[in-house]
């Protein structure tokens, strides 16, 4: 049975406080997921002070302020990560985070991690990648903003620098929060496991649970998802989040399509074979017809159970001749003609 891979997104969901973080922590490993993936960066090394924020980032926030204000706040120090990744043992659950910067990524390359997060807003930053290309562990590269010539060209620097294809997962996703579902196009996932020969999941910024379940069931690998302990909390990306509760029903409805979705052979399944002779029908007769008697198809009916004569040998039957009289109602047996 495939086991779908998901990693639930605190990001900076703990407000830079770290009792909220360490409460993120648990609530994912409640909820069963694989990893709870946060946010390494410094602001000073991501973003200029003069930059200004997301549209969205300003509405979910409710004030005005730069990306550098906002991310300053939000920043995980360097003990923090310490505590966070103890935390995460103590509590049998991955620790991941997504670096922005390259003193983020040494450090994280120190710490070491079990796989590596490509986040969207690097997929066309060309030394970030060669980074990623050069690290031992597996990578999720995710495509948010990018066209499929985007995505290749990115899969081919991690090829080219050190990756197999089939060290690759590549994400759908869309860069919005929250994110249309108009907009989704959960088909792309297809499409780029068609095109570039490698493992498809999708990274989640809808609100609510049903996509990231559909996408499970049209076959992704992988499933990122934010989570936060309350959506009303003040931040960039509560309100694009879901709340524990729906982060439990999200995780048992994968896994419940996980066991689901088979091997595609169509055969009957363990607990289906006592129900064919139940369920399927039997050539019988409808009325009673004496010995020598030549069938004929208007002298048959098709009629529970299905342990005589499928109908679909109707053709092999008529014309035969009865070797015994047969009362209304019989059903008919290979030994009952010649």
């Not at 998901?6 to 997921?33: F, P, Q, R, T, Y």
Request: a negative charge; glycine letters at 6%.
């Amino acid at each position: 049975m495939m086991h779908t891979i998901i990693i639930a997104e605190a990001g900076v969901n703990h407000n830079g406080d770290i009792n909220i973080a360490k409460k993120l922590i648990e609530v994912a490993a409640e909820c069963g997921v694989d990893y709870v993936k946060f946010q390494t960066f410094k602001a000073d090394k991501l973003v200029s002070k003069s930059a200004k924020q997301a549209e969205y980032q300003s509405q979910n926030i409710g004030i005005t302020e730069s990306q550098y204000e906002m991310l300053k706040r939000l920043e995980l120090s360097i003990e923090d990560h310490y505590l966070l990744i103890k935390h995460c043992k103590d509590n049998n659950i991955g620790f991941l985070s997504t670096g922005f910067d390259s003193d983020s990524l040494n450090f994280l390359k120190e710490i070491g991690m079990e796989l590596w997060k490509i986040p969207s807003g690097e997929i066309t930053n060309l030394p970030y990648l060669k980074f990623m290309a050069s690290q031992p562990q597996s990578l999720v590269l995710s495509t948010g903003m990018a066209t499929i010539d985007e995505v290749e060209d990115a899969v081919n620097v991690l090829t080219k620098f050190g990756k197999s294809k089939k060290e690759i997962t590549v994400l759908h996703c869309t860069t919005e929060y929250p994110a249309p579902f108009n907009e989704v196009n959960l088909k792309a996932m297809k499409t780029m496991a068609d095109t570039l020969g490698v493992k498809t999941g999708y990274s989640d910024h809808t609100q609510g649970i049903e996509i990231p379940i559909a996408a499970a069931a049209l076959g992704a690998t992988l499933i990122e998802k934010h989570f936060t302990l309350d959506r009303n909390m003040p931040g960039p990306d509560h309100k694009a989040s879901i709340e524990p509760c729906e982060l439990k029903s999200m995780v048992d409805a994968i896994r419940n399509i996980e066991q689901a979705l088979g091997d595609g052979n169509k055969k009957p399944s363990a607990s289906e074979i006592k129900n064919i002779q139940v369920a399927r029908k039997s050539i019988h007769v409808n009325k009673e017809l004496e010995k020598r008697h030549i069938l004929r198809e208007q002298d048959l009916e098709m009629k529970r159970p299905g342990d005589g004569i499928s109908p679909m040998k109707m053709d092999e039957v008529i014309g035969k001749t009865l070797k015994k009289t047969i009362g209304k109602g019989s059903i008919l047996k290979w030994e009952d003609i010649e």
